[in-house]
């Protein structure tokens, strides 16, 4: 790994690698600009995301030309009613020494795309979200470490929520973004098919290492923050709270739950993130709020006055951030 003489030399190697990795992700995906950005800054933020998007459009395509950019080990995992715990993380088998082996199972590997995570039983829900928060898993009273780096995509269909397990609002706190995916463009639409309607194939080099991954990650968490903005970034977590002191009347109105203290932790990881792919040595108001809606999206709960009045989660976001 090239050895960077300042972090302030190291931060502009961030941000060519940044420019670097979406030049050679667009490759392969067709607009998707902003999912894509979400999920880099997840993954230089040391979080998690879940997408959310209905079928065909291209969510696998994107993880695996996420990991080839990224030089990483990649996993796929299907989730289903009957998967067990021990399906994702692996289990222990007999050798022909007559000892017992741990054989790993698919939740080894720096990506993990977590397909239709709402299809499996919570124990197996459960398990996944165990493993992102510990980076390891224990069978057999025996601790095995994750690979490092080690970052979760799982995905969702919000359409068909017949004989499905919806993550409940504690679990889904794990994630740091929210990400969801609208239908492309006609232009986008119309070059998708170009791009995949012949018998090219389009193969991706990688433009950083693991090792490299790491060390950003490090390097992130080592930007200076300002007061002014660790302040907005806690006042907006709280401002989503229902009945609280900073709570607006469109909050106290239509939410029924807000976001933790979790949400203050990615909003100021998140923003100093956003800020270095930027260029910026350190993050402003402005980063916080860039990062805000993906964040706060899955933490806010909607009251039944709300749905019957058509006040989406959005809407909230989109209030709490112009005031």
Not at 303 to 310: L, M, P, V
Request: charged share 20%; hydrophobic share 40%; proline share 6%.
């Amino acid at each position: 790994m090239t050895q960077y003489k300042s972090d302030v030399e190291a931060m502009e190697a961030l941000q060519v690698a940044y420019k670097n990795l979406t030049a050679e992700i667009g490759k392969a995906i067709v607009g998707q600009d902003l999912v894509v950005k979400n999920v880099l800054i997840s993954i230089f933020s040391h979080g998690h995301c879940l997408l959310i998007g209905v079928p065909g459009l291209a969510k696998t395509l994107l993880v695996n030309s996420i990991s080839d950019a990224l030089g990483l080990s990649y996993n796929r995992i299907q989730f289903t009613p009957d998967l067990m715990p021990s399906d994702i993380i692996g289990t222990e088998i007999l050798n022909d020494q007559r000892q017992f082996q741990f054989v790993k199972g698919p939740l080894f590997a720096n990506i993990v795309l977590a397909d239709e995570i709402n299809r499996t039983p919570p124990k197996t829900q459960a398990a996944l979200l165990e493993a992102m928060q510990e980076e390891a898993v224990t069978t057999g009273g025996v601790r095995h470490e994750l690979p490092h780096p080690f970052f979760v995509l799982a995905t969702q269909n919000p359409i068909e929520q017949e004989g499905t397990y919806p993550l409940p609002e504690a679990q889904l706190d794990r994630f740091m973004f929210n990400v969801w995916l609208d239908y492309p463009t006609y232009q986008e639409e119309l070059n998708v098919v170009k791009l995949t309607t012949t018998d090219k194939k389009v193969k991706l080099s990688p433009v950083l290492t693991g090792e490299e991954i790491l060390y950003f990650q490090q390097l992130i968490r080592r930007i200076p923050v300002p007061d002014n903005v660790y302040e907005y970034a806690v006042k907006l977590a709280t401002s989503t709270r229902p009945n609280t002191e900073m709570a607006t009347a469109k909050v106290n109105e239509y939410v029924n739950w807000g976001a933790g203290p979790r949400a203050s932790q990615y909003l100021i990881i998140g923003a100093k993130t956003h800020a270095a792919i930027n260029g910026k040595f350190s993050p402003d108001i402005a980063d916080v709020k860039a990062v805000a809606e993906p964040i706060l999206r899955h933490r806010i709960v909607r009251n039944y006055k709300a749905e019957a009045e058509g006040i989406t989660v959005e809407d909230i976001i989109a209030e709490l951030v112009k005031g």
